[in-house]
């Protein structure tokens, strides 16, 4: 079992950066990681995904080359960094574990998830 503690959400103006922290209380290296964001009336779809030993990596279409996943296992950390923000980024964003070495997009079959972190992107 592992707990997941997101940090680093903010207000940050359209074009800004931030960077988010998945902070575990557990070893990491068993689980695939993924983040995912849920906004307002939205479902909570994945943002970007990365597998055990972050060989292999997944980005939905809408952040593709704008945000990086990164895992430091020996740190039980993952990190998302989001670059050139836009509004439409605003959501509350999740980190989640799944105790599986296939890296998957559906919500659903991720075992364990953080409290969130909100991120607001102002034009």
């Known amino acids: 079992q592992v707990q997941l503690v997101e940090s680093g959400g903010g207000l940050v103006q359209a074009g800004g950066s931030l960077r988010l922290s998945c902070a575990a209380s557990g070893r990491i290296s068993m689980y695939t990681m993924g983040w995912f964001r849920q906004a307002p009336g939205k479902e909570r779809d994945i943002v970007a995904g990365?597998?055990?030993?972050?060989?292999?990596?997944y980005y939905a279409a809408s952040v593709k080359g704008r945000f990086t996943i990164s895992r430091d296992n020996a740190k039980n950390t993952v990190i998302l960094q989001m670059n050139k923000l836009i509004p439409e980024d605003t959501a509350v964003y999740y980190c989640a574990a799944r105790s599986s070495m296939v890296l998957t997009t559906s919500s659903s079959s991720y075992n364990y998830w953080g409290q969130g972190t909100q991120v607001t992107v102002s034009s």
């Open positions: 990365i597998t055990r030993s972050g060989g292999s990596t």
